[in-house]
């Protein structure tokens, strides 16, 4: 009877675990890739951000807040005209 009981506490041990393993591991992981796939697109959309920012300022000292309005005016209307024609 004994052995009966130990048997029978390792089979519900092994049912508990497996699915565990098919539910509480899969959205464990999910939402640890969800969170850093996050907070790596925050990351990296700071970064952008800021090199804008710097590249602007940048352009500013020699050719005044209008001029570096101009270029990355031309600069975008130039890449708009791109995806434009890669479109078409």
Request: no cysteine; charged share 15%; proline share 1%.
């Amino acid at each position: 009877m004994e052995e009966f009981a130990a048997r029978f506490a390792d089979l519900i041990e092994g049912i508990a675990v497996k699915i565990r393993s098919l539910t509480v591991d899969r959205v464990a992981r999910g939402i640890r890739i969800t969170g850093l796939g996050i907070l790596t697109a925050t990351l990296g959309l700071t970064a952008v951000i800021f090199l804008i920012w710097a590249l602007f300022g940048a352009l500013e000292i020699p050719l005044t807040t209008a001029g570096a309005f101009a270029v990355f005016a031309a600069v975008l209307i130039i890449v708009g005209i791109y995806l434009w024609k890669k479109k078409a």
